[in-house]
């Protein structure tokens, strides 16, 4: 896994993502999901594509119930964008066609 992705928790969920003057994307996953699985190779490149213009975390939804929950998450994976603390889009499973393109448009519409 990129170095360039946080990992997420209970613990520091607030301060990398709530509290972050940058945008964010994290990825609300699980080890035993298939398309999560799919995705994540385009999560570790966009992480290290965007390394200190946005943060890119990754948030195991089976050890971090309360988050998820917190977001609504019912279905893995969830993809959602934060921008100033708030939720400004959340993509559910893997989107069709070119993901990556669909990922990295959202992301960078954050920053303009």
Known sequence: MSSSIVILDESNFEEHI?????????DLWA????????VAPIIEELAEA????????????????AIASRYGVT???????F????????????????????IEDKLKDMME
């Open 50 to 65: 965007y390394q200190g213009k946005a943060v890119v975390g990754k948030l195991n939804v089976d050890e971090n119930h």
């Open 18 to 26: 709530l509290h972050s003057s940058l945008p964010a994307l994290v």
């Open 75 to 81: 279905s893995i994976p969830t993809l959602i964008f």
């Open 83 to 102: 921008h100033n603390g708030e939720v400004t889009e959340q993509l559910i499973g893997v989107p069709a066609g070119n993901a990556k393109r669909i």
């Open 31 to 38: 080890p035993w999901c298939a398309p999560c699985r799919m």
